[in-house]
């Protein structure tokens, strides 16, 4: 049992490139959540689903772009890699109801530098 | 306006010492939940502690407890004997249930924790 996995933990793009980042989880939660954290601050959600086929939008979800096919897998995108999008990405997941529902497991995240 | 508040940067705690951390947030939903992740230097985001606003009982486990005080809108982290290993970033979040607006989570700036032998 994994938990939630992030592929890859550490990337450098270049202003303008693409990438797409992939996570796992193998727990069959429902909720799955991609968070930034930048220098000093606590994490912003970025884009979240509440089950597969369905995504909606953060606090801040300009420059990235979602998709959730499978259950288990909820990935982001960045069309056009801004230094602006540096920071470390955390993907989370829950299940859908009940007390033990509401936390959050969170992957190791992936580090993305922007120059 | 924020909606969680940590208002200490930083603390320097003696190991063996209790610890209090401290949490306000700001919701006018009447159902919504408080939690505490614990994030040490390696990165990861560790659960600690989950409290739902209707709960009767401040939530508890092992050596964390979870101050809640409603009509203060407080929500303190409490770290009984403190460890060397206890030293990291903490982070007090919330999630409006029936907000209406976006789900998951809003975090605090967090405190940096660090413990002395």
């Known amino acids: 049992n994994a938990g939630v996995t992030q592929t890859p933990k550490f990337r450098v793009l270049k202003t303008g490139q693409s990438m797409t980042l992939l996570c796992a989880q193998d727990m069959n939660h429902e909720y799955m959540y991609w968070y930034r954290q930048d220098p000093g601050m606590g994490l912003r959600l970025i884009h979240y689903s509440v089950g597969e086929g369905t995504t909606a939008k953060g606090e801040v979800p300009d420059g990235y772009n979602v998709s959730r096919l499978k259950k288990q897998n909820f990935l982001l995108g960045l069309e056009s890699a801004a230094p602006s999008q540096t920071s470390v990405y955390f993907c989370?997941?829950?299940?859908?109801?009940?007390?033990?529902?509401?936390?959050?497991?969170f992957g190791p995240g992936t580090r993305l530098l922007v120059l | 306006a924020q909606k969680i508040t940590q208002t200490q940067p930083g603390m320097f705690v003696q190991e063996k010492e209790a610890v209090t951390l401290d949490c306000t947030y700001d919701?006018?939903?009447?159902?919504?939940?408080l939690f505490w992740y614990k994030q040490p230097s390696s990165g990861e985001m560790i659960f600690l502690i989950y409290q739902g606003s209707y709960d009767q009982q401040n939530a508890t486990e092992g050596r964390y407890s979870l101050n809640f005080q409603k009509a203060r809108k407080s929500a303190n982290l409490v770290i009984s004997a403190s460890q060397l290993g206890d030293s990291a970033m903490y982070f007090c979040?919330?999630?409006?249930?029936?907000?209406?607006?976006?789900?998951?989570?809003?975090f605090g700036k967090g405190t940096h924790l660090i413990i002395q032998p």
């Open positions: 919701t006018s939903d009447p159902s919504y939940g």
């Open positions: 989370a997941s829950r299940e859908s109801s009940g007390r033990m529902g509401e936390t959050q497991y």
């Open positions: 979040a919330m999630r409006e249930i029936r907000g209406g607006g976006a789900d998951g989570l809003t």
